[in-house]
């Protein structure tokens, strides 16, 4: 079948659960999985489908979910008491137009694929249902999937319902099943409540397919990590670090050499160029550029930075929403803040922190400073301990260092303040007023030797 024969897409996100295990104040679908809410995940994979549209039936917190996922395109549907699955499911299913096929996916269940739920949907072919099964080696907790003597689903036994033959089944359901919107609507309404728990089960549709002569067809889950749900934060740690692993995998297909992949956390997109080699414990968060060659120490973490060919960030450095240009040398101990461009080569060293500043090619703050809305040309060298004094207490200003000038050590450039290209200024300078170019401008007190003074001598006790 081709897509576009396919019936349109309708995807429902099951999220209204309690999720009283997490012990939170947080709704669990809130709770992050690579810095990213569980429910984000899922509506992040769901928008890679092409739906037509996406709702997710939220209960707890709905609010608080709403606002914290804020801007995604997605039909916000309250169920105000969970009554089960199936009453979830037909809480959107008044907004879903009868020729969709419905596509159900739980907001817990994070790691799911959208290569595998396109595999289910086209399962489900025309008119049949499909649904994601995984044979597990401890089915424990699960509806199980009975099938006839041929082989052919016959329906889903939940765990409090299964007979001891059925509970010695390991086929389980996920879940997460595409069902013809029509069809999931008429049994919907059908369905009762009259079992173990007291809840409308979304599985019992499957028997009702069965009975009306729907196919059902079942889609293997090519690994476990990709069904498997979050109730507590054991689970959310085991599925964190899979996550983990997986990215760490895709980067060194990709070309990164990685000292531990178990040792590198991505809370975010990577893209990285050939060779590039990161040390252990980095954090990469948001969108972060590696290009060819980048070395990454070991225990840095870089936010929303693009890091150019062949630069070295070295151990224990924080970079946040920052450029640095190829070939910069940056650290052990720097702390890179946001709106910092480093041009070519620039080189930024140990407990230097820099702020909304340009720093020119080549240029050099290698120890113990302060460097604060400035505008640094290129090949300056700025001494140890140098500050830009840029907040006056009530505004920032700007300080601006020309080409090649020098920053003699604990100098303090009071802004809004210029210093000339080619200058020099002395160690120990206050500078409040402009430092011509080319020139040397000190402003501290001469020093003087006092000739023959005598050091005080301690008296002698009585
Ligand atoms: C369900 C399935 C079971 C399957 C298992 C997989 C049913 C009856 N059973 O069981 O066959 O093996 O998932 O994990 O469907 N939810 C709502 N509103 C409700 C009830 C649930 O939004 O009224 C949401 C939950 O937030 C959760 C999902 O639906 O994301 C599944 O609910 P849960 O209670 O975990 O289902 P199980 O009983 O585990
Ligand atoms: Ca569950």
């Given at each position: 079948m081709t897509e576009a024969q396919r019936s349109p897409l309708s995807v429902v996100i099951l999220a209204a659960g309690q999720g009283t295990r997490m012990r939170s104040h947080l709704p669990k679908v809130l709770h992050g999985l690579a810095g990213r809410p569980l429910l984000g995940h899922v509506i992040g994979t769901a928008q890679a489908l092409d739906a037509a549209a996406i709702h997710v039936v939220y209960g707890h917190g709905g609010e608080q979910v709403r606002e914290v996922l804020g801007l995604p395109a997605v039909n916000w549907i309250e169920q105000t008491e969970q009554l089960g699955t199936g009453h979830a499911v037909a809480q959107a299913?008044?907004?879903?137009?009868?020729d969709h096929r419905v596509l159900v996916l739980y907001g817990?269940?994070?790691?799911?694929t959208a290569e595998t739920l396109r595999h289910l949907v086209a399962a489900g072919g025309s008119g049949a249902v499909s649904l994601l099964t995984a044979e597990l080696a401890d089915p424990q907790g699960y509806g199980r999937i009975v099938r006839g003597v041929d082989g052919n689903v016959l329906g889903i036994v939940e765990q409090k319902e299964a007979t001891p033959q059925q509970l010695a089944i390991h086929e389980i359901n996920t879940g997460m099943m595409s069902v013809p919107a029509k069809s999931l609507q008429q049994w919907l309404a059908r369905l009762?409540?009259?079992n173990a728990q007291g809840e409308y089960y979304l599985t019992d549709i499957i028997a009702m397919a069965v009975a009306d002569g729907v196919a059902v067809h079942t889609v293997r889950a090519p690994s476990e990590d990709e069904i498997l749900g979050v109730n507590d934060r054991v689970q959310l740690a085991y599925l964190e670090r899979r996550y983990q692993l997986r990215q760490a995998e895709k980067l060194m297909r990709a070309g990164v050499t990685l000292s531990?992949?178990?040792r590198i956390d991505i809370r975010g997109t990577v893209e990285a160029g050939l060779d590039v080699v990161v040390d252990i414990d980095v954090i990469l968060e948001g969108r972060v550029v590696l290009g060819d060659n980048v070395r990454v120490g070991a225990h840095c973490l870089l936010k929303e930075t693009e890091v150019g060919a062949g630069a070295v960030i070295h151990p224990h450095s924080v970079v946040e929403q920052a450029v640095i240009g190829p070939g910069c040398q940056v650290g052990p101990f720097a702390r890179i803040r946001p709106d910092t461009v480093l041009e070519a080569g620039a080189r930024v060293g140990n407990f230097v922190e820099i702020k909304k500043s340009t720093v020119g090619e080549g240029s050099k703050i290698n120890h113990l400073s302060y460097v604060g809305d400035a505008i640094i040309g290129r090949e300056a060298n700025i001494g140890a301990g140098c500050i830009t004094c840029n907040y006056d207490g009530a505004n920032k200003h700007q300080t601006v260092v020309g080409d090649r000038a020098f920053i003699g050590s604990?100098?303090?450039?009071?802004?809004?303040v210029e210093v000339g290209a080619d200058a020099v200024i002395g160690a120990g300078s206050t500078i409040t007023r402009a430092a011509p170019p080319g020139e040397l401008t000190v402003s501290r007190a001469r020093q003087t030797t006092i000739r023959g003074w005598k050091r005080p001598q301690k008296k002698p006790s009585r």
């Open positions: 299913t008044p907004a879903v137009p009868a817990d269940v994070p790691l799911i009762g409540n009259d531990d992949p178990a604990d100098t303090q450039l009071v802004a809004p």
